[in-house]
């Protein structure tokens, strides 16, 4: 089984198949990987979780 999370783009796949598109971040962090290291703006950094 394995979920991926695209930053930039919203979508959630599992096994390749589509499941859901959402967001991270917040404001002009909002799918900006490049602002993952701004608390409260960006992305929840990459890495498993």
Do not use: C, D, W
Request: charged share 20%; glycine share 16%.
């Amino acid at each position: 089984m394995t979920l991926v999370y695209s930053q930039r783009t919203g979508i959630l796949k599992h096994n390749g198949k589509f499941i859901a598109e959402g967001y991270a971040g917040k404001g002009i962090g909002k799918n900006t990987p490049k602002m993952e290291n701004i608390p409260n703006i960006g992305l929840i950094p990459k890495g498993k979780l």
